[in-house]
């Protein structure tokens, strides 16, 4: 396969993450402010002011943002409201669905943890405003740096007690907690007895980084500062560079146990478990094993780092007494996603690309699934329509 070069931003949360400091940290790397504000402009969005100051911390030089707030008074929105807001915005069809998809995963992961309907979700007063800026702002920002895939370091939480309208709640938040658990990202503590991540940071995160370092080639470094003053620079770091590749090869860790004594009930909820882990893939093979008892192999394919815990799923969700584990080298295709315009919306399609071509594309099953479930049509239908858009 011929070298690939791709822009790529490592995001590296040493002291976690808000969506200010997120935004701020492109503003650092050579985003101008007028361009934020011009494309933040493109929505019928008001009641707020930018700033970027320029400060220094630590001996470190960086960016503070600030969202000022002008108004007195915010309508109310929830989901359906922010989607109309995107949807009729003149954003670019890729601003617009990633912007969208960022959203609606904060919105669910705050439907389960309040027990509320997803479209009930309500994005308080200026919190409302705020969340449009940064996750917006960001996603408008990776668009206008050529960024085409990001990247994070491992979160870190920090502990104690966090204060919102429904009183002191655990760190982290139950949103962020809900948010890394369906993305199966990788944790580790932290000294700072506070939040120290937001929940708009965890679901830019969760949607659109994938948890690990590439091998990349860095051209410029920033930070984006936040509000908070700890005794070590408070900022998220990011790395803006180019990622090389004279094969997409990766080693992922294959873990596998024979079965002969479980439902299929089971098995299903095995497999549900071990995506939310972080699987990048689960499957079943019929087997036949001592005895002649039919069985199945279940097998999962992990990131390195997160063979352990999946293994541990195994083990807790099956009766299974042992796993084999073992390391394997895949090669696989690039990937990209490319928004569409249907006649219900931005559909996302995901994008295989081989020597700088594309050979296929399919669309975003989550995105289809909500057309039909709002539209109450069949999903093939959707599947259909959504291919005939793009030829």
Not at 163 to 181: C, M, S
Not at 215 to 233: I, L, N, Q
Not at 235 to 263: M, S
Request: some cysteine; proline content about 7%.
């Amino acid at each position: 396969m011929r070298d690939v070069k791709r822009k790529v931003l490592y995001l590296d949360l040493f002291s976690g993450a808000a969506g200010d400091m997120l935004l701020g940290a492109l503003v650092d790397l050579g985003l101008p402010l007028e361009v934020l504000r011009a494309e933040l402009g493109k929505m019928d969005l008001s009641g707020y002011e930018l700033e970027a100051e320029r400060q220094v911390r630590g001996g470190i030089s960086g960016t503070r943002l600030h969202v000022r707030d002008l108004a007195r008074a915010y309508p109310a929105r929830h989901l359906p409201h922010i989607r109309r807001l995107l949807e009729g915005s003149r954003l670019s069809p890729a601003v617009r669905a990633k912007s969208l998809a960022v959203l609606e995963r904060l919105a669910r992961a705050e439907a389960r943890v309040h027990s509320v309907p997803v479209e009930e979700v309500h994005f308080h007063e200026i919190g409302a405003v705020d969340t449009l800026v940064d996750v917006v702002g960001f996603v408008a920002g990776l668009e206008y740096l050529g960024v085409e895939q990001v990247y994070a370091s491992p979160v870190p939480l920090g502990s104690g007690f966090v204060q919102t309208e429904h009183g002191l709640l655990p760190v982290p938040a139950p949103a962020t907690a809900a948010l890394l658990a369906e993305a199966g990202a990788p944790v580790r503590p932290h000294p700072a007895q506070t939040e120290i991540l937001t929940p708009t940071a965890a679901a830019l995160l969760a949607e659109l980084a994938t948890f690990r370092l590439p091998p990349m080639r860095v051209r410029t470094v920033g930070y984006g500062f936040g509000a908070k003053e700890f005794p070590w620079p408070n900022a998220v770091r990011a790395w803006l560079g180019e990622r090389e590749e004279t094969a997409a090869r990766e080693t992922v860790c294959l873990i596998e146990c024979n079965l002969d004594d479980v439902t299929g009930e089971v098995l299903g909820y095995a497999m549900e478990r071990l995506f939310a882990a972080g699987a990048l893939d689960v499957w079943f093979t019929p087997v036949q094993m001592k005895k002649n008892r039919p069985g199945v192999v279940l097998s999962a394919l992990a990131r390195p780092e997160g063979a352990d815990a999946l293994a541990a799923v195994i083990l807790r969700e099956t009766p299974t007494l042992g796993v084999r584990m073992r390391p394997v080298e895949r090669v696989v295709a690039d990937r990209r996603e490319a928004p569409v315009e249907t006649e219900w919306g931005i559909v996302r399609m995901k994008e295989k690309w081989l020597d700088g071509r594309k050979v296929a594309a399919s669309p975003e099953y989550e995105d289809c699934a909500r057309i039909a479930r709002e539209r109450g049509i069949p999903l093939q239908d959707v599947y259909a329509a959504v291919l005939r858009s793009v030829g």
